[in-house]
């Protein structure tokens, strides 16, 4: 894969090997890894940080954190652990 973007082909073809990628390839996909990452066991605080970056950033398919619903988070339940409180608060009660 050229350079840190990874699109979801190349998602796709990585597999599990989504789950070793570092920060920065988290951080350039933008929101294009957070469904295969939700796959992922558990991380290292690096990938933790990036995927809060990217997730509070609003700017992926699943909007802004104060626009999710029920169904966005079942989406990434598996990410649920690593949101932190300055996300968890944005979410709609």
Request: charged share 15%; with cysteine; glycine share 10%.
């Amino acid at each position: 894969v050229p350079g840190t973007r990874i699109n979801q082909t190349n998602a796709e073809i990585l597999g599990w090997l989504v789950c070793e990628l570092d920060g920065d390839y988290i951080r350039s996909s933008g929101g294009t890894l957070l469904k295969d990452l939700s796959q992922c066991g558990s991380f290292l605080p690096e990938q933790e940080e990036a995927i809060r970056d990217v997730l509070s950033s609003g700017n992926t398919t699943f909007g802004p954190p104060s626009a999710w619903s029920a169904f966005t988070l079942s989406e990434l339940s598996g990410l649920i652990p690593v949101l932190g409180p300055s996300i968890l608060q944005q979410i709609p009660k």
